[in-house]
């Protein structure tokens, strides 16, 4: 049969070649509009597993439905080669992290060559070579320049397996690095800084430009700023100090009843130096969690609220963990009858005292029965303070805010949860922070013409921790500013500093002197579609919008009118998820050669001859479940492969790979091989000049309408909402009606060829070999020269064109047909139609035509 002679694998090695070097289309040059598709890019680990796979089909699908449509593409492709995965490889196999990097990326480019991922070679970055990074260099002494890059002593992440800082995003919730897993510890460092907070109101407030992104990544973004408007109170001490607080609700400070410190506040630390029992406190209450109720009370100091002028009651001061050091002022006036967190941390600390709450709801003023504490943010004052008494509390927070100014006792402030990011890594792969410290200058920016600082070729690492240090021809130096011998910065720079500007790099990926031009970069940012894993949502994205922003703001980039924001789209493709089969019998997991694939869809256990219990689970070694894009590729072709991976799920979802459903495609596209062959059996006088409306029957017109509405609806899912899963299924039900338009010989085979062609076209994008064969069997069988591939224009023809003919046979109503207005205006094929059709057939097949005539909706024969 026909079918088993389409070899899919073949037909993929056959156009290989042609196909990577995307499509031929009609307005090759000159394209005004720009579409810049972007994959996040990958860390060359030397495989390509399967999430690479389905981001960077999306992606490859996405940018030849663009090229077909006339765009000017940019869909890049590069390495996110810094970092500690080759640093810790080369340790172990004794090579240089830069060998081996370099190996394990012609090795993923042989992979995307082979899922036919059409990429701008010519735009390739790799971010550990030199002239990448010597541009890294350059924007961090540009961050310099402008103050929002500095060394500050601080209480930092220390990763104690990696051996190196972390910044705050790089620490989960659990305390762990994102990398190694390792329980991060606190130290005091001098390190490197980056002034994201600078930025931080801008990178909050931009969110709501971002309407093309993912609501969960923009609140995550929101959630780790975490802009918070309020007040700043200083409240005055017994030891002549100030403790400044931060707080959200101004109008409970009649219920303040204690302050608490942070166990990093100066206060506390000054205390700390004299005072044996705090310093064990905070020792022991280093390791509490943020929630803990514990508190150590400063006998030493009290502290006055400065808008009570007349009492003099004083306030205890505590030191508490669960007030955080790096929020607000690392201090809070503690309001038990209005905070759940303050009002544990009373009852905990000081179990005798009472509550006292300032805030009451409206419907009642005696404060007595209010259950507490009293959170909610509605109700009036309860003060015995006249001014304040009985307002509302919105009223009573402004007049408060109003009266603590005029005693200079506080303010509106704002304030941020994010902090700076600090770059500095104690590790050698990466790239290295460009400064001199020199005795008399301080820190120096190195001069752009000693640019890149390179990193010394070290054949072997030995051990974690930063070599450079060692090294003392790459320490030692002069400084550039006054000549005096001085040494260099050994700390090298987070490699998610390599990736906040990548995408700029793209853009003009040659240029020796700039990280970019202004035209490059302002030519093709912002990315138009961004594609990635939800994992970044904050990181990443984070770092590569301040680094955006900062570059708008210093005119490096047009990007004022987007306020800086590089990602116009964002979307987050779900994970990949493998079929795990377990042993019912023994709950244990179940390797493929353990089962008899016999039936794909039903496999058993080979040694019991039961069925295993199935489920989708995240990919992992010791589950047996995971996939290989490359054998895939080689098991059933690339396009197969391409599609199915598109089929199984919306790109947003999880994807649950079970490769046995891939059947279904096959058979799709071995249809459209075959029935290409047919075509061009049935219509060997083909005219490629073909005009849709011309002489429709009815017929003829619903095809061409179903065909142009499946047409749309696929343009619509590209362009639009990205639901590339139902791409697939439309290119199959345009395949069933064209197969079944074919079958039926009522519909004209120049229309159905026509439909044919803008199918082939449809399906290039996500099947692009099978496109190419099936295009050549139409060009060779029928003669044709059809080279050039643009994108279907779909037009639905209007049903009031219909006319709703009545056929006269000798003088007898016999029949109606329904057809276009313009049926008749070619009278030869007109008959010949009508003739073809089923009720011509019955009255008219064998009959002598003497005469025809052909008058607005009749049609009369004269026969005999
Ligand atoms: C008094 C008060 C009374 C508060 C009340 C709340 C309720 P958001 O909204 O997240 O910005 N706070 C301030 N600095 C803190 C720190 N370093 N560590 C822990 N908590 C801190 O939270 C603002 C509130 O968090 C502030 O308002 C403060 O408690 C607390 F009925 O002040 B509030
Ligand atoms: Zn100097």
Redesign the pocket.
């Known amino acids: 049969s026909l079918s088993s002679a389409v070899d899919l694998i073949s037909i993929g090695d056959k156009w290989k070649t042609k196909v990577l070097e995307g499509p031929t289309i009609l307005n090759d040059k000159g394209a005004e509009k720009k579409m810049y598709i972007l994959s996040m890019f990958p860390y060359p680990s030397g495989i390509l597993h399967i999430g690479h796979l389905r981001v960077y089909t999306i992606t490859d699908a996405l940018n030849r439905f663009y090229k077909l449509n006339g765009f000017n593409v940019v869909h890049p492709m590069g390495w996110d080669a810094f970092g500690l995965p080759a640093e810790n490889a080369a340790i172990e196999r004794k090579v240089n992290p830069a060998t081996w990097t370099m190996q394990n990326i012609s090795k993923m480019r042989v992979q995307l060559d082979n899922m036919l991922a059409d990429l701008d070679w010519d735009r390739e970055v790799t971010t550990c070579n030199p002239d990448y990074y010597k541009h890294t260099q350059k924007l961090f002494l540009e961050l310099f320049k402008h103050g929002l890059a500095y060394q500050k002593d601080a209480e930092i992440n220390w990763d104690p397996i990696d051996q190196t800082v972390l910044a705050n995003e790089q620490v989960d919730s659990q305390g762990r690095s994102w990398r190694s897993g390792a329980l991060v510890e606190k130290r005091q460092l001098n390190q490197w800084f980056l002034g994201i907070t600078k930025f931080a109101h801008s990178l909050q407030e931009d969110l709501n430009l971002l309407k093309d992104w993912p609501q969960n990544v923009k609140t995550m973004q929101k959630n780790w700023i975490?802009e918070?408007y309020?007040t700043e109170i200083n409240f005055p001490c017994s030891t002549g100090r100030v403790i400044k607080?931060?707080?959200?609700?101004a109008e409970?400070i009649f219920s303040a009843q204690y302050l608490a410190l942070?166990l990093d506040h100066p206060i506390t630390k000054e205390v700390a130096s004299i005072d044996d029992d705090l310093r064990q406190f905070l020792d022991m209450a280093k390791s509490l969690p943020d929630d803990s109720k514990i508190g150590f009370l400063l006998k030493g100091i009290k502290a006055k609220n400065p808008i009570l002028k007349t009492t003099e009651e004083t306030l205890p001061v505590f030191v508490a963990p669960?007030?955080?050091?790096s929020?607000?002022?690392?201090?809070?006036?503690g309001?038990p009858a209005?905070?759940e967190r303050?009002y544990k941390f009373w009852k905990h600390n000081m179990p005798e005292k009472d509550v006292c709450p300032s805030v009451i709801p409206l419907e009642s003023n005696v404060a007595t029965d209010l259950a507490l504490p009293y959170?909610q943010k509605s109700g009036i004052l309860n003060s015995s303070t006249a001014q304040f008494a009985g307002l509302e509390i919105d009223r009573a927070r402004a007049k408060i805010i109003e009266e603590l100014e005029s005693l200079d006792a506080g303010k509106h402030t704002v304030?941020y949860k994010v902090r700076d990011w600090l770059v500095s890594r104690q590790r050698y792969w990466g790239a290295p922070i460009p400064i001199i410290h020199c005795e008399s200058c301080g820190p120096v920016a190195v001069p752009d013409d000693q640019l890149p600082v390179k990193l010394p070729n070290i054949e072997g690492l030995a051990t974690k921790g930063n070599p450079l240090r060692g090294i003392d021809e790459f320490v030692n130096t002069k400084c550039p500013s006054c000549g005096s011998p001085a040494k260099r910065e050994t700390d090298t720079m987070d490699t998610f500093m390599d990736s906040s500007w990548y995408f700029f790099r793209y853009t003009d990926p040659k240029n020796e002197k700039q990280p970019f031009s202004h035209e490059a970069a302002s030519k093709y940012l912002p990315v138009d579609i961004y594609i990635g894993g939800i994992e970044h949502a904050i990181l990443h994205l984070l770092y590569s919008r301040f680094i955006s922003k900062f570059l708008a703001s210093i005119g490096k980039w047009d990007g004022n009118e987007v306020k800086g924001e590089p990602f116009k789209r964002l979307v987050t493709q779900g994970m990949v998820h493998g079929r795990t089969m377990v042993d019912s019998q023994t709950g244990r997991f179940l390797k493929s050669e353990e089962l008899d694939f016999g039936d794909p869809l039903n496999p058993v256990i080979k040694a019991t001859g039961m069925k295993p219990l199935v489920s989708f689970e995240k990919m992992s070694k010791s589950k047996y479940n995971g996939a290989d894009p490359d054998k895939c590729i080689s098991d059933h072709g690339p396009d197969a492969t391409r599609a199915h991976v598109l089929f199984q799920a919306p790109v947003n979802d999880v994807l649950s790979w079970d490769e046995s459903k891939i059947i279904g495609i096959e058979r799709w596209l071995t249809r459209i091989i075959t029935l290409a062959i047919r075509i061009t059996k049935q219509a060997p006088d083909y005219n490629e000049h073909f005009a849709a409306s011309t002489a429709m029957t009815g017929k003829e017109i619903s095809f061409h309408n179903e065909v142009q509405k499946l047409l749309q609806a696929i343009t619509d899912s590209f362009s639009e909402s990205l639901s590339l899963n139902t791409v697939i299924s439309d290119y199959m039900k345009l395949t069933n009606a064209i197969e079944a338009a074919l079958k039926s010989r009522e519909i004209r085979t120049d229309l159905v060829l026509h439909s044919f062609k803008d199918l082939i076209t449809a399906i290039y994008p996500v099947t692009p070999t099978i496109s190419e064969e099936a295009r050549e069997i139409l060009n060779v069988n029928l003669n044709l020269k059809w080279n050039l591939y643009q994108w279907p224009k779909p037009q639905l023809l209007q049903e009031q064109q219909l006319v709703k003919y009545q056929v006269v046979v000798n003088g007898k109503m016999r029949f109606t047909y329904v057809a276009d207005k313009s049926f008749i205006d070619n009278r030869d094929s007109a008959i010949k139609i009508l003739l073809n059709s089923s009720d011509g057939q019955r009255y008219l097949a064998g009959k002598t035509i003497k005469n025809t005539i052909m008058k607005k909706k009749v049609i009369s024969f004269v026969v005999t």
Do not use: E, I, P, Q
């Open positions: 975490g918070s309020g607080v931060f707080t959200t609700r409970t942070s669960y007030v955080l050091g929020y607000g002022h690392g201090a809070v006036m309001c209005h905070d303050d959170v304030t």
